[in-house]
């Protein structure tokens, strides 16, 4: 409780700066939040995910958060990831930078671990064509996103977290998504699906070399290819990629 007491009382002075803020009070601010952030991450429980429920609802989200969010995640159920993803997409702020590849890895493992159905959520954004393809106009601050997105600077951090909250929820009866999204515009987000598929067997595997055609009618063939070389270092059990 100290602790997300501590982290509270930053967050809101990390939040609170400015562009013309004091460099170095900027960066002691964002070093203090990060440190209860970081410590937090390492030492909750199970038994503090209620606590960690309410303090993430509190705060606002900054570069230091994403510790406090792969803490509720690990410790937290698929709500509490559908909770992440609807926070983020309703941020009017731009986010400052949040390590997405390690969030997403997080988030993905943890739906895996749950073996929970996909949510119903999740599949209404992946049926949305801009979770898909990124639309770019001459300027972004002037196109309406539609993803239930507030700040389209904060497409990519949603989009990765959603990939791999589908990848990681994903099962035997789901593999036609893990198809499709292995040949995602997202290079990270296509290895994670096509290492997913492998993990299923030949099964897997099949699907993932069929859709060869497919993505070079895409022009997605190189990030394709490297997805399924990927795959199949997972499939036979050379090293664990995701």
């Known amino acids: 409780q100290s602790l997300l007491s501590g982290y509270r009382s930053w967050n809101q002075k990390e939040a609170g700066l400015t562009e013309s803020s004091d460099k170095r009070i900027a960066r002691v601010y964002e070093e203090?939040?990060?440190?209860?952030?970081?410590?937090?991450?390492?030492?909750?429980?199970?038994?503090n995910l209620a606590a960690l429920r309410r303090t993430f609802g509190e705060i606002t989200l900054m570069s230091s958060t994403q510790y406090l969010a792969i803490a509720l995640v690990r410790h937290g159920d698929a709500g509490d990831v559908?909770?992440?993803?609807?926070?983020?997409?309703?941020?009017?702020?731009?986010?400052?930078?949040?390590?997405?590849?390690?969030?997403?890895r997080a988030v993905g493992r943890r739906m895996r671990s749950l073996r929970s159905s996909v949510p119903a959520e999740l599949l209404r954004i992946y049926e949305n064509n801009e979770f898909w393809r990124d639309p770019r106009s001459t300027s972004l601050a002037n196109r309406r996103s539609k993803l239930p997105l507030k700040n389209i600077y904060n497409r990519a951090l949603y989009v990765r977290i959603v990939a791999n909250a589908l990848i990681g929820s994903a099962g035997k009866n789901e593999l036609?998504?893990?198809?499709?999204?292995?040949?995602?515009?997202?290079?990270?987000?296509a290895?994670?699906?096509?290492v997913r598929l492998a993990q299923f067997g030949d099964e897997g595997m099949a699907m993932l070399q069929s859709s060869v055609t497919e993505a070079i009618e895409h022009q997605g063939a190189e990030s394709f290819g490297l997805a399924v070389r990927d795959a199949e270092i997972e499939r036979f059990g050379l090293i664990e990629l995701w």
């Open 191 to 194: 290895r994670a699906a096509a």
């Open 82 to 104: 559908i909770r992440l993803i609807e926070r983020i997409g309703g941020a009017e702020h731009r986010i400052p930078y949040w390590f997405q590849i390690e969030v997403g």
């Open 176 to 189: 036609n998504l893990l198809q499709a999204l292995a040949q995602h515009e997202y290079r990270l987000v």
């Open 32 to 47: 203090k939040a990060v440190a209860f952030a970081k410590t937090i991450l390492r030492v909750s429980t199970e038994q």
